[in-house]
T-cell receptor, first 109, second 117 residues
Framework: DAKTTQPPSMDCAEGRAANLPCNHS???????VYWYRQIHSQGPQYIIH???NNETNEMASLIITEDRKSSTLILPHATLRDTAVYYC??????????FGTGTRLQVFP | NAGVTQTPKFQVLKTGQSMTLQCAQD?????MSWYRQDPGMGLRLIHY???????DQGEVPNGYNVSRSTTEDFPLRLLSAAPSQTSVYFC????????????????FGDGTRLSIL
């Protein structure tokens, strides 16, 4: 099973881009990278996912390196409401989605 | 359309008591799962179900039972509560299991905060 490594915490100024890294050096060829976030003990919220190509939606962009061993979630213009714990997940096996401890992002004014 | 509904939102139990955490979804999702989250930690998978009548263990299944008699409901049972089970419990659902080729994100409930004295 691929494991992920994320920094425990990061800060970002409001209005600036927040770049959250994730290492998944043991990822296999058919495993997707998923990002969720959890705001203040609410249930986690899906953000974005990708396999090889970079992805963008209304919430964020996902940049995956060519060797797929790492990825970066980009929040282009962070707001105070983006303060949350962000989880990078690589699918463990067919029926399980395994969360790690995530990165606590603090957006400050 | 209520999404994923968890009840109760808060509960305090004494050691040895039993209780059932309820989870219901109205989206006709086949896949449902239970996670627990301890202070300062990520979510850990307890049990999951890929459809009515089918359940399986996750990372931390000991001390918990589940059943899936209907598509809508996926209750989590604590048969004899222990202080180590003090946690926040989240239920989630999605149309298909995570590894299915037609992937959809999981929808999470608002959680049940359980304290065991």
């Amino acid at each position: 099973d691929a494991k992920t490594t994320q920094p425990p915490s990061m800060d970002c100024a409001e209005g600036r881009a927040a770049n959250l890294p994730c290492n998944h050096s043991t990822i296999s060829g058919n495993e997707y990278v998923y990002w969720y976030r959890q705001i203040h003990s609410q249930g986690p919220q899906y953000i974005i996912h990708g396999l090889k190509n970079n992805e963008t939606n209304e919430m964020a962009s996902l940049i995956i390196t060519e060797d797929r061993k790492s990825s970066t979630l980009i929040l282009p213009h962070a707001t105070l409401r983006d303060t949350a714990v962000y989880y990078c997940i690589v699918r463990a096996d067919t029926d399980k989605l395994i969360f790690g401890t995530g990165t606590r992002l603090q957006v400050f004014p | 359309n209520a999404g994923v509904t968890q009840t109760p939102k808060f509960q305090v139990l004494k050691t040895g008591q039993s209780m059932t955490l309820q989870c219901a979804q109205d989206m006709n999702h086949e896949y449902m799962s239970w996670y627990r989250q301890d202070p300062g930690m990520g979510l850990r998978l307890i049990h999951y179900s890929v459809g009515a009548g089918i359940t399986d263990q996750g990372e931390v299944p000991n001390g918990y039972n589940v059943s899936r008699s209907t598509t809508e409901d996926f209750p989590l049972r604590l048969l004899s509560a222990a202080p180590s089970q003090t946690s926040v419990y989240f239920c989630a659902s999605s149309p298909y299991p995570p590894g299915n080729g037609i992937w959809q994100p999981q929808h999470f409930g608002d959680g049940t905060r359980l304290s065991i004295l």
